[in-house]
């Protein structure tokens, strides 16, 4: 009798199958609730910066509060370095009353990329894989039962009546193992996909939220816009230049054309 013959009795007691369930079960728990308890972690966060935002109400407004906006999302325990980041684009005006604008958009800096920080530090390579490796750990168990009932099949045309039937009953329990493993890993699969779906399409409506407060507040100052500012600058300095050139030219011509102090005395004398 080799290995598998003896292990088949193992394999086909329903405590062994209800314990492969439990764990399929728990590892998929265990995984989909360090998911969905890390994502509400961020979209938590992801709020109180949007309504951070929403304290001021429009572009001006913004600016003027733009130091105690900055220290409240620099002290955001999740976006806090990310906005350092963010911040490092930003076009700060020194005169009061002109909007702050941004060089990048805010989605560069504000994306899933978040589930990864420090204090979230979800894989989402894993979460993705996750169905996936539930579909083959039944896919594992399953051929494991089906080695075994294959390694008692001799059983069946070989020996007494009793024999042949109590084989055939093992067979049977045995390989219903198989089936009962698949299933649970397949379904166990379709909820996790349906479960990280849902959770990332709430952490993507919270950056959408927050991405969208920034953009309205934070206009985004692009190359055209940036080579336009800066023609109308050199614009206006020509101008000057120009005006002061002219004005120059119209003093000193007018000093050559008046006689000095000395030639008026010297024609009163005479």
Request: net charge positive; aromatic share 8%; glycine share 6%.
């Amino acid at each position: 009798m080799n290995i598998l013959q003896q292990v088949a009795p193992i394999i086909s007691n329903p405590i062994t199958i209800a314990a492969v369930i439990g764990v399929l079960v728990i590892w998929a728990g265990l995984s989909g609730w360090k998911l969905q308890s890390r994502s509400k972690h961020l979209v938590r966060a992801l709020d109180l910066a949007r309504e951070e935002l929403e304290k001021a109400s429009d572009v001006a407004a913004f600016s003027n509060r733009y130091p105690e906006t900055d220290a409240a999302l620099e002290r955001n325990s999740v976006l806090g370095s990310r906005w350092r980041e963010f911040r490092e684009s930003l076009l700060i005006p020194h005169t009061s009353g002109r909007p702050i604008r941004t060089t990048s958009r805010p989605e560069v800096w504000f994306d899933l990329g978040l589930l990864r920080v420090p204090g979230i530090d979800i894989d989402l390579r894993y979460h993705a894989a996750m169905p996936n490796l539930l579909v083959g750990a039944g896919l594992l168990f399953t051929f494991i039962g089906l080695s075994a009932a294959l390694a008692t099949a001799g059983g069946v045309v070989t020996g007494t009546a009793s024999v042949r039937n109590d084989a055939l009953k093992l067979l049977l329990e045995t390989a219903s193992f198989k089936f009962v493993t698949s299933l649970v890993g397949m379904f166990l699969s379709i909820v996790y996909a349906v479960l990280r779906k849902r959770v990332l399409n709430g952490v993507e409506r919270a950056l959408d939220k927050f991405r969208t407060a920034l953009e309205e507040r934070i206009p985004l100052m692009t190359p055209a816009a940036l080579q336009q500012e800066a023609n109308a600058l050199l614009e206006r300095q020509n101008t000057q230049l120009e005006t002061f050139s002219t004005e120059l030219a119209l003093n000193w011509e007018l000093r050559s054309t008046i006689p000095s102090t000395s030639g008026w005395r010297s024609m009163l004398a005479h």
